[in-house]
């Protein structure tokens, strides 16, 4: 990784998330006073005194348990270790020192990694300070007291982070890496199809739906360029959604698809698309994102002459408002095509972030109405005077007409279809602002 990347480690409980979530700025790690909330690595980006960074919050470390589930958290944890360049130990002021964290500082220790020690909770400093010494004995260094939920003590960690951080990377500044959310709903194949991409055990897999709570980053890079892989949190539907930890979940996939350039729509082929896969599309689509419609599973699915493109008809037949979005058909258990999906998403973060000059663009808008005119209503004709790309991501067109009333959505269609002939514009949506102008201000 180009910029430090600082890992948060310590027990279940001691207030990791609730941390992370306020050096980043952001509420993004899953906040409950549950142990065991935070499952997977996430990932955010901060600053401090003007240097970028990278801080991941993981799942608590429980040494002794030998619940799956604990231990892949344990696995994650120490998959984060080994890739920071700095470790936060956090551990609870209130509590003291527990076995649990001997045993967690012997194994930092281990990794010879550069270590903060937080004390956390330690809501009274006044009070609290006096039961810092304890901390001195786990043999890791000066332990900082801090209160995570009240803000106190913050700045004098960071400080202590950035003073451990490697010398600073030239290309640091130059972040050209394309974000792709992998969305669906639960259990369609997205963790597998992250981990089948970076052949390690990035987030936990297994065949409970939902397993996959919060949205998780992985920076990636291959022969085709530089990635930022988002596994997301599966969209339940609304009546299953019982929890408070799921509606966040929710809420963080729609973030993440917020945060993406490019968003991998993954269908389980056995399944075919379902409201649910409608409603998450949906939602990518009107975020404005490039989209690619990734059929998994391809490889269990029963086959004859023509399955392939009679399973594309239904998909667009049910997905129409998607008709611009590539499909490719993958197995993320057997890698089947999914190197494919790279040249793909080049194509589609391009084609979204496409910007045409104001000249061509009415070249192109003068030849469509020659070819159909523009509506009529009661003797009025519609007359389009010019347009121009007001924005990408997505392509955004505004077009000046006489009057608005005139532009029905029918024509509106039309001409995002000839824009699309001549431009390509592939995997993105395109908008059409209408803006009324009088023909004698020309």
Known sequence: MSKPTVAIIGKPNVGKSTFFNYIVGKRISIVEDTPGVTRDRIYAETNWRGRDFTVIDTAGIEPKS???????????????????????????????????????????????????????????????????????????????????ANALGIGDVLDAI????????????NDDRIKVAVIGKPNVGKSSLVNKIIGENRAIVSSIAGTTRDAIDTEYENQYGKYVLIDTAGIRRKSKVTESIEKFSIMRTLLAIERADVCLMLLDATEGVTDQDAKIAGEAHEAGKGIIIVVNKWDEYEKETGTLENYKKEIYNKLSYLSYAPIIFISAKTGQRVERLFPLIN??????AKRIPTAVLNQVINEAIAIVQPPTDKGRRLKILYGTQATTKPPTFVIFVNNKELFHFSYERYLVNQIRKEFGLEGT??????????????
């Open 66 to 148: 030998e619940d799956i589930i604990i231990s892949q958290m344990r696995e994650q944890a120490q998959i984060a270790i080994e890739i920071a360049d700095v470790i936060v130990f956090l551990t609870d002021i209130k509590q003291g020192i527990t076995a649990a964290d001997q045993e967690i500082a012997v194994m930092l220790k281990k990794s010879k990694k550069p270590i903060v020690l937080v004390c956390n909770k330690a809501d009274n400093m006044s009070k609290d300070k006096n039961d810092i010494y304890e901390f001195y004995n786990l043999g890791i260094g000066e332990p900082y007291p801090v209160s995570a």
């Open 162 to 173: 950035y003073e451990k951080f490697p010398e600073k990377n030239e290309n640091e500044e």
């Open 347 to 352: 194509n589609v973060a391009e084609q979204n």
């Open 429 to 442: 949506p395109v908008r059409i602002i209408v803006r009324e102008k009088l023909e004698k201000e020309e």
